[in-house]
């Protein structure tokens, strides 16, 4: 069973920033495509940035673009999700994901989860 740990998040002002971790456990950390989701109040789960288990493609949500990177130390098992120019509105809980995959493709479905971390941005 592969668990998935958030951290990094917490309080920042607006225009701050913020580098979240997720870790794993999973033996072949490496053939799992990974991303980034979030959860405001009272809204659905919104994917954020995805990465194939390379590293060697990275795609964004357009609210994020620019301002997220999403990156991989497929040797210490962990991803990241650097946020900079935070934003009141991404006041959220962020979640990682996991999704075993054969090839080194975009997915666009994810099957395991995280618990989440509380990113608020204050203005």
């Known amino acids: 069973q592969v668990q998935l740990v958030e951290s990094g998040g917490g309080l920042v002002q607006a225009g701050g920033s913020l580098r979240l971790s997720c870790s794993t456990s999973a033996l072949t950390f490496s053939n799992y495509a990974m991303g980034w989701f979030r959860r405001a109040p009272g809204l659905e789960r919104e994917f954020v940035a995805g990465?194939?288990?390379?590293?060697?493609?990275?795609y964004y949500a357009d609210s994020v673009k620019g301002r997220f990177t999403i990156s991989r130390d497929n040797a210490k098992n962990t991803v990241y999700l650097q946020m900079n120019g935070l934003k009141p509105e991404d006041t959220a809980v962020y979640y990682c994901?996991?999704?075993?995959?054969?090839?080194?493709?975009?997915?666009?479905?994810?099957?395991?989860w995280g618990q989440g971390t509380q990113v608020t941005v204050s203005s």
């Open positions: 990465i194939t288990w390379s590293g060697g493609i990275t």
């Open positions: 994901a996991a999704r075993w995959t054969l090839l080194d493709t975009i997915v666009d479905e994810f099957d395991r």
